[in-house]
């Protein structure tokens, strides 16, 4: 097995990586869903049926990438070849950070004072 040969693997298998995790993860938080709306929490469960669908497809997303950059940065080296991988990284980035935001309801770089403000203090003796 040669380099190029090795390279072409490695892309298939994160490609297979990415497409597995979303499909798993979207079964994963359908059947969660299913059995959290037959215990009768509704609103519990459609909330977390979107937390998880969403960290699936975050995840996915990041697999996927790591594919886009094996094959621009050592297999397709040509400009078109990087004018799309930043494009397909730019566009992937905006949903990850889209993404981010409906499920914690805040940007990522406000999520910690978010935190602090939520967890109840315990008071010193």
């Keep these: 097995m040669n380099s190029?040969?090795?390279l072409d693997l490695a892309?298939?298998?994160?490609?297979?990586a990415g497409v597995?995790?979303?499909?798993?993860?979207?079964l994963a938080s359908a059947a969660m869903w299913i059995?959290?709306?037959s215990r009768g929490g509704r609103r519990a469960?459609?909330?977390?049926?979107?937390?998880?669908?969403?960290r699936s497809i975050l995840l996915g997303l990041e697999i996927l990438i790591i594919a886009d950059i094996i094959l621009t940065v050592a297999i397709d080296q040509t400009l078109e070849s990087a004018a799309t991988l930043?494009?397909?990284?730019?566009?992937?980035?905006?949903?990850?950070?889209?993404?981010?935001?409906e499920m914690d309801g805040v940007?990522?770089?406000?999520?910690?004072?978010a935190e602090r403000a939520t967890t109840p203090t315990t008071p010193v003796d």
């Design 4 to 6: 190029d040969d090795f």
């Design 11 to 16: 892309v298939h298998a994160f490609e297979f």
């Design 20 to 26: 597995a995790i979303l499909v798993i993860g979207g």
């Design 35 to 37: 059995r959290d709306v």
């Design 45 to 54: 469960a459609y909330t977390a049926l979107r937390h998880n669908l969403g």
């Design 86 to 101: 930043g494009l397909i990284v730019l566009v992937r980035t905006f949903l990850s950070f889209s993404l981010d935001i």
């Design 107 to 113: 940007p990522p770089w406000r999520r910690l004072a």
